[in-house]
């Protein structure tokens, strides 16, 4: 009976581990294909998952499995040490003039209005971009942010309303980059020291075929927007459905030239905020080559089943 049980535990190991290495790696080659791309989303999951797995084979001295399940460490540890490694991250000098943005999804459900206020009152970013913007977010923020002079609002009853809210001065206009015309928002400084454009996007999920390509054509569409305007400082900003260990991702980032802001600051999950142990990235700041990164944080739960992202640049 107990080797029977050992037999069925060694086999329940060794598929485990399989199943494991495969979710981690298949996605980075077979990335056109919604429901392989989806389990791109949990290498920090699959890395924390792997590393325990092995401790036992190692001990059994099994050293095919420990090599195996080595593939599977070494590929998603590859994601997720690299936003460990200062690349992008400077030290703040004191007199160096920076400027705060914040992106919030503020889920068009959410009613959680004081957490959601208080939290944009602690930091008081410069630029605030607030993604599922409904008429009830309208009414509740509208009187509260009136110190912001420049804003441009796409208010609408779905999941894809938008607004940007800027204290610097700037011109704000809508853009679209996919068939369902779901808005992004453009906004440009003017009369400002070495001046720079942002833009707020808010893809669609991908959650079937259909939204899949309709999701991947806005981030070439908006990817080539972005190296046709050739934006000498550029951040682009929101919640873009797709954690940063996405194939589609990297070749979204690669395509636009851009670099993710968590360089240097670690991995900064965003969604689900209420689901710790499922937590990967769906909301980014992606920043110019010449944008320095001083600053990158998630925020507190304030009723979103996204937390909010807070950063501060310098611009060259």
Not at 268 to 287: E, G, I, M, R
Not at 291 to 306: A, C, F, M, P
């Amino acid at each position: 009976m107990k080797s029977k049980k050992r037999y069925l535990l060694k086999s329940l190991m060794q598929l485990l581990a399989i199943v494991l290495v495969t979710l981690s790696v298949l996605p980075y080659f077979i990335y056109h294909i919604w429901r392989i791309d989806i389990f791109s989303n949990f290498q920090v999951q699959y890395l924390v998952l792997l590393s325990f797995l092995i401790i036992p084979f190692i001990f059994k001295k099994k050293w095919k499995w420990v090599f195996f399940l080595g593939i599977g460490i070494v590929f998603s540890s590859s994601h997720i040490l690299p936003l460990y490694v200062n690349t992008s991250a400077e030290a703040k000098i004191e007199d160096e003039k920076s400027i705060s943005i914040m992106s919030i999804n503020l889920l068009s459900t959410n009613r959680d209005d004081s957490a959601v206020i208080d939290y944009i009152e602690s930091r008081n970013p410069d630029v605030l971009v607030l993604v599922e913007f409904n008429s009830y977010w309208d009414k509740q923020l509208t009187e509260i942010l009136k110190t912001y002079s420049y804003r441009h609002k796409v208010v609408r009853e779905d999941n894809f309303g938008i607004s940007v809210w800027s204290k610097l001065p700037a011109n704000l206009k809508t853009i679209y980059f996919d068939e369902f015309q779901l808005p992004s928002i453009l906004l440009e400084t003017e009369q400002f020291e070495n001046s720079f454009s942002l833009i707020a996007t808010h893809p669609f999920p991908p959650v079937g075929k259909r939204q899949f390509k309709i999701r991947n054509d806005h981030l070439n569409k908006l990817a080539a927007f972005i190296s046709r305007k050739d934006f000498s400082n550029t951040v682009v900003i929101g919640d873009f459905n797709t954690s940063s260990f996405s194939k589609n991702f990297q070749l979204f980032k690669e395509k636009a030239s851009l670099k993710d802001s968590r360089e240097g600051f670690g991995i900064l999950p965003s969604w689900p905020a209420n689901a710790f142990l499922l937590q990967t990235t769906l909301d980014h700041a992606l920043v110019s080559e010449n944008v320095s990164v001083l600053k990158r944080e998630v925020g507190e739960h304030i009723g979103s089943d996204h937390l909010p992202i807070y950063l501060e640049i310098s611009l060259s």
